[in-house]
């Protein structure tokens, strides 16, 4: 069973850099052949694919957020960042990690962490 698990601030003032972890345990970031995304859903909003990192290191983004979205692995803590820059108060959501992509969908989620953005 793979479990995912966010971790990170749940509180950011504007105009800095949101920085959360996804901890991956009963699979691999490195050798499931999957790719590991990012996705948030904002307060009263649908759900919105940020990004994914592949299995070898290859990230991809959703184009409205790319300017300042970035995704990194840790492969020795089996575990994958996001960072968004310059966030203001409309990045405030509810922010999942999951295994998979837009193309071919998700099956594993972590259960989401709630990231406020407020002076």
């Known amino acids: 069973q793979v479990q995912l698990q966010e971790s990170g601030p749940g509180l950011v003032k504007p105009s800095q850099t949101l920085s959360l972890t996804c901890t991956v345990s009963?699979?691999?970031?490195?050798?499931?052949?999957?790719?590991w995304s990012w996705i948030r859903q904002p307060p009263g909003k649908g759900l919105e694919w940020m990004g994914a990192i592949g299995i070898s290191g290859l990230t991809y983004y959703s184009p409205s957020l790319k300017s300042r979205t970035s995704i990194s692995r840790d492969t020795s803590k089996n575990q994958f960042t996001l960072q968004l820059s310059s966030v203001t108060p409309e990045d405030t959501a509810v922010y999942y990690c999951?295994?998979?992509?837009?193309?071919?969908?998700?099956?594993?989620w972590g259960q989401g962490t709630q990231v406020t953005v407020s002076s």
């Open positions: 009963g699979g691999s970031i490195t050798t499931d052949y999957y790719y």
């Open positions: 999951a295994r998979g992509d837009p193309n071919l969908g998700f099956d594993y």
